[in-house]
């Protein structure tokens, strides 16, 4: 796979799966997946420890189930119980810290999509003496909001990535759908993009309703004839704007971030033509990990500085070798 490093005081995560799903406590999401975790190795022998994972997660985004498959098979190494919710409401994900603070946890691994909703809960947890990691959104103010790393992509650098990729290929017109208004996140990727083609062009979408996306995206592309490039923040949106350029009988090629099995098929097909992957299995794996680590012996990874997961392109020339771990769930 083609590796973009954008900065050398990143540091990078190695990550090692190492054994089957532990049961865990959820709300939200699909159930644990008790049978495709990593095979082989042992669960530590240090005490039995209780981390929360807090998302952002709106119902139906096979995204999170990747993250949460990568947490659940840290937890199992790590002789961790997982606590796993996430509601896309700000004000709900924020009762779910206090929630986890109530709880006792012995971490905490949160995504901070709307970081200013978040800082008091966060700040009590801390207060608490509780272990802060966060996780896919929020990368500029983690270590603010007391995380003391992060597992991400600079989704600022992956949407530049993109519209190098794109300006490469003459686009002049692209269009940049966000399916959540505000998420700093999705906010920073088109911003990325346009940074590099200035003719980009941002469409809000209700990224819960995806009969509005496809009616929304249909009607922008077909008032907007000179768009040469539509591109889908997340696998579920860019297979729904599939159907809007045929729908609309648009002559736009469809580009997209993050992956699911059927979004790396459609690469494979060419009707895609890449994605950038912020690989969620590890986002979910290290966060849970790192927790561990700080029980472990105090080691806090990543020196202060974010943990990249990406970007990661996938195109014509890796999606097929990309689709093996796709359909197995961690990619």
């Not at 999170?64 to 709900?92: F, I, S």
């Not at 650098?157 to 269009?175: D, N, R, S, T, Y």
């Not at 996306?213 to 997340?234: C, N, P």
Request: some cysteine; proline content about 4%; aromatic content about 4%.
């Amino acid at each position: 796979m083609t590796k973009f490093s954008w900065r050398k005081t990143a540091v990078m995560a190695a990550v090692v799966p190492m054994l089957a799903l532990s049961a865990c406590s959820s709300q939200g999401g699909k159930p644990a997946d008790a049978g495709n975790a990593g095979a082989g190795g042992q669960v530590v022998s240090t005490p039995r420890m209780k981390i929360a994972l807090i998302t952002h997660a709106p119902a139906g985004d096979t995204f999170w189930d990747t993250v949460r498959k990568g947490a659940e098979e840290a937890a199992a190494k790590d002789n961790a119980e997982l606590l796993y919710t996430g509601d896309p409401e700000a004000g709900r994900q924020a009762q779910l810290i206090q929630q986890a603070i109530d709880q006792k946890v012995d971490g905490i691994a949160v995504t901070l999509a709307t970081p200013d909703a978040l800082k008091d809960s966060l700040k009590k947890a801390t207060a608490a003496g509780i272990p802060i990691v966060s996780l896919n959104a929020g990368e500029s103010v983690s270590k603010q909001l007391g995380a003391f790393t992060h597992f991400g992509s600079n989704e600022q650098l992956a949407g530049q990535a993109v519209g190098e990729k794109l300006a490469a290929q003459g686009a002049k017109h692209p269009i940049c759908v966000i399916q959540a208004q505000g998420h700093v996140g999705l906010e920073a990727r088109c911003a990325g993009v346009k940074a590099k083609v200035p003719g980009t062009e941002i469409l809000y979408v209700d990224g819960a309703d995806m009969t509005s996306v496809e009616s929304t995206a249909t009607a922008k592309l077909q008032a907007s004839k000179d768009a040469d490039v539509i591109i889908g923040l997340g696998a579920p949106i860019t297979l729904t704007l599939l159907k809007s350029v045929a729908t609309a009988g648009s002559s736009a090629k469809v580009a997209s971030f993050d992956l699911n099995k059927d979004l790396a098929q459609k690469i494979v097909d060419g009707s895609v033509l890449f994605t950038v992957d912020q690989q969620p299995w590890l986002q979910g794996y290290g966060s849970i990990d790192a927790l561990w680590q700080v029980k472990r012996g105090g080691f806090k990874i990543g020196g202060g500085q974010p943990v990249l997961t990406g970007p990661a392109i996938v195109d014509k020339s890796n999606a097929a070798d990309v689709l093996k771990f796709a359909e197995q769930g961690i990619r």
